[in-house]
């Protein structure tokens, strides 16, 4: 079956402008969760989505929000875009979360 | 909050060894999960192993293998004859029942050399 899709795979954008990325889950799963990575700070959770519903949110500025679907996909916004939003974004899908995630490959945002 | 903590960075062995990377974690629940993950150059994190902490038999996947220590709340994991397609990223994870928020450490870049 087609894994967890992101859209796109790169972006560059300039300062203050905003983005909007992309997932769409495994058939079958609810859950979609995002993540940002960084050299420096790592992985870090944004938030989780199940049934069109924000169930978790992690430790990010309000310029970072998000949605989901009624068909499961989900999409991410970021506002007002910062140098140190460059990152890589990962989406991933679960039936339940302690089944463990299923990832895409990412999208590579670079802010210029 | 829970953390979780890889000790090693960087580790490279030869072909066909065998290697443990070290992960451990803090946390007062009694009921979670723990993951080994993958990342290679390709960027996609890809579930190695899971192990459910309330399981004392530790879990196994063909090569891969952990050794779960829940009292001295460790969670290593080895890997068995060594290929170069091993090489990667390796993140340990945890995430508690009921959550959905999956916590990181830092990785460990393994390199297998031929």
């Known amino acids: 079956k087609a894994g967890v899709t992101q859209t796109p795979r790169y972006l560059i954008k300039t300062r203050g402008q905003q983005v909007t990325l992309s997932c769409s889950p495994i058939s079958g799963h609810r859950s979609v969760s995002w993540y940002q990575q960084t050299p420096g700070q790592g992985l870090q959770f944004l938030f989780e989505?199940?049934?069109?519903?924000?169930?978790n949110k992690g430790n990010f500025p309000g310029r970072f929000s998000g949605r989901q679907f009624s068909n499961s996909r989900s999409e991410m916004n970021v506002s007002t875009l910062e140098l140190g939003d460059s990152a890589l974004y990962l989406c991933?899908?679960?039936?339940?979360?302690?089944?463990?995630?299923?990832f895409g490959s990412g999208t590579r945002l670079t802010v210029v | 909050a829970q953390t979780v903590t890889q000790s090693q960075p960087e580790m490279s062995v030869q072909e066909a060894e065998t290697v443990t990377l070290s992960c451990t974690y803090d946390t007062s629940e009694n009921n979670y999960y723990l993951f080994w993950y993958k990342q290679p150059p390709s960027r996609q994190m890809i579930l190695v192993i899971r192990q459910e902490a309330y399981k004392q038999q530790n879990a196994t996947e063909n090569r891969f293998s952990v050794n779960f220590q829940k009292a001295a709340k460790s969670f290593s994991l080895k890997i068995s004859d060594s290929q170069l397609g091993d090489t990667a990223m390796y993140f340990c994870?945890?995430?508690?029942?009921?959550?959905?928020?999956?916590?990181f450490g830092q990785g460990t870049r393994l390199t297998i050399n031929p």
């Open positions: 989505y199940f049934s069109e519903t924000q169930r």
């Open positions: 994870a945890f995430v508690r029942w009921g959550a959905q928020k999956l916590v």
């Open positions: 991933a899908s679960s039936f339940q979360s302690t089944d463990g995630y299923t």
